[in-house]
């Protein structure tokens, strides 16, 4: 590489990469209809201090993301790509201050690479593009990291050691903000597992404590002041309920066997699995002549978060994300000092690896069902097999160059492979979304959709629905994750189907969405409606005005048995 202007050139072309897909794709149930709704909200309602899901009480999670969000649409408008632009932005973030501090720590090179293994590992590239809020607090959690691990490298009492202190305490304040207590919790615990295995119990006088617990607060407490003075019912759920019940009980449906993130990781980290288990292995030793040893702290975050989210009750593959920067960081060092042939030998398996996608893909269509057609999986297919052949060509090429002494090329070669198989992946699957996003089904509606017009919700709560209308729904016998909302507001619920029908008969005019099969309690009830919307998930039937004819007097008004 050409100096400077060759490394602008690769965060150009990285950023073209990362950035392009963000509008391609439909929102996606539930967390990306979910995480783009609250922030719409706030917008809509001018209420920036309680978080709001479809009009009610909303305390899962704090309120930065949502925050960013609702400020992307104020300025650029509500869009697919404003929706996802806070885990796309603070993933990126993530990248370029991993190859910083790689950098710093190891050399140009180690950091290059490691900037390139984050951006490329499958599990980062893919929730890096996805509207969930995991992304962001592995970005804090990582800044937050990162700084103290540069401001050990500082002079004890310097300016610039208390500056990246300040810095990684202001970084875990925002970790707190943007998905609760583990944005402290897990950093300290790593702490002090480091310092016992270590026995540096002198880093503690390094932290700067006193002006640090000051910053965290600076930085945290003005929200949750402000939520609980307007919300008192706040502290229970979101404190108890949200942290300790979720993690110590099965109360959120999400519960795997301890070893469920083995896989997750070992095809999340794709295509640098294999080089994994020499960088974990290699930070076990000992930095001589250095009282903090970096390579070990980062172990002992690796395999604390690992065993922390194992040990949870709840269960998902995007918790173990806050290990991939520091994994590519030892993975980035350990690379910098590998030979050509091993390089080589390295990448040469993942040519297996894509031949193995290039077989796998036509047999996607088998996971068809009556809700995602196989004509649906039919299109995902070709974006498969061009992911296939392109982590293919990429490891083929990788191992040439590799084999020509030019291993910097040939990692950045292998990342660019697998940067691009990942946005192949998550771009295809937008061949599904009439199955998993509202938006084709609001395209039939949108002409009868007013917001005088009442919308009710049948037994199920349509994520991405109340994005796609630009207003709520009224839940009928469904409560799921707002149970606590509905629980605080019981007047915008309706309890039961009998008194829905009331309202129903009572209404000039009024919407409804549910599943297909709901369909039968209208024909049953002799419920007057009109089908103005369907796909395989779900109907719209509007009440059809006095003059219409009978109620379900169309083909696809009724259902089949």
């Known amino acids: 590489m050409a100096g400077k202007r060759g490394l602008w050139l690769l965060i150009a072309a990285l950023a073209l990469v ?4 963000l509008e391609v794709r439909k929102l996606v149930r539930p967390d990306e209809g979910r995480y783009a709704e609250i922030p719409r909200e706030m917008v809509a309602s001018g209420d920036w201090v309680t978080p709001r899901l479809n009009d009610l009480k909303y305390f899962e999670k704090p309120a930065l993301q949502y925050w960013g969000t609702a400020l992307a649409y104020t300025l650029f408008g509500e869009h697919h790509w404003t929706a996802r632009l806070w885990p796309a932005l603070t993933g990126f973030a993530g990248i370029l201050f991993t190859g910083l501090v790689g950098a710093r720590m190891w050399g140009r090179n180690a950091g290059i690479m490691a900037a390139a293994i984050t951006a490329s590992s499958l599990l980062y590239a893919l929730i890096g593009h996805v509207n969930t809020l995991d992304m962001g607090v592995t970005f804090f959690l990582t800044a937050g990291l990162f700084a103290l691990m540069l401001a050990q490298r500082e002079a004890e009492a310097s300016r610039g050691e208390r500056n990246w202190m300040l810095g990684a305490w ?11 207590l583990i944005g402290a919790a ?4 790593s702490l ?17 404590l006193g002006k640090g617990l000051a910053t965290l607060m600076l930085v945290t407490a003005p929200w949750f002041i402000l939520v609980s003075i307007e919300n008192p019912e706040f502290f229970q759920f979101f404190f108890i309920h949200e942290h300790f019940e979720r993690f110590l009980t099965k109360v959120h449906s999400r519960y795997q066997p301890p070893w469920y993130f083995i896989p997750m990781l070992l095809v999340g980290m794709l295509p640098w699995t294999l080089f994994m288990f020499g960088a974990m292995r290699g930070a076990l030793s000992q930095q001589p002549g250095a009282s903090f040893q970096p390579r070990r702290f980062l172990l002992v975050w690796i395999v604390f978060v690992f065993v922390f989210f194992s040990a949870s009750s709840s269960k998902l593959p995007s918790y173990i994300l806050p290990m991939f920067p520091a994994l590519a960081l030892l993975i980035g060092e350990r690379f910098s000092q590998l030979s050509a042939r091993a390089v080589a030998m390295h990448a040469l398996p993942y040519v297996a690896v894509g031949i193995a996608m290039l077989l796998a893909a036509p047999q996607v269509v088998r996971l068809a069902s009556s809700e995602v057609p196989v004509a649906l999986y039919q299109g995902y297919v070709p974006w498969l097999l061009v992911a296939g052949a392109t982590l293919t060509a990429a490891a083929l090429l990788a191992s040439f160059m590799a084999l020509r002494e030019r291993t910097l090329a040939a990692g950045l070669w292998l990342a660019a492979g697998g940067l691009i198989t990942a946005q192949l992946i998550l771009t295809g699957h937008n061949s599904l979304a009439p199955a998993s996003s509202a938006y084709h089904l609001v395209q039939q509606i949108r002409q009868h959709v007013r917001p005088d017009i009442p919308f009710y919700s049948l037994g199920i709560y349509e994520q991405t629905l109340p994005f796609y209308i630009k207003r709520t729904v009224t839940l009928v016998e469904a409560r799921d994750e707002l149970a606590f909302g509905i629980r605080q507001e019981p007047h915008k619920f309706v309890p039961d189907f009998i008194e829905f029908s009331r309202r129903w008969h009572a209404h000039a005019e009024a919407l409804a969405i549910m599943h297909p099969n709901t369909l039968q309690y209208f024909d049953q009830h002799k419920l007057p409606y009109e089908v103005i919307g369907r796909d395989t998930r779900r109907a719209v039937v509007q009440k059809p005005a006095a003059d219409a004819a009978p109620p379900g007097n169309t083909s696809q008004a009724r259902p089949k048995p």
């Open 186 to 189: 897990l950093p300290f615990a």
């Open 170 to 180: 202001a970084a875990l304040g925002l970790a707190v903000l943007s998905k609760g």
């Open 18 to 21: 990362w950035f392009a897909n």
């Open 192 to 208: 002090i597992i480091y310092t016992a295995w270590t026995r540096d119990w002198a880093l503690w006088r390094r932290l700067h």
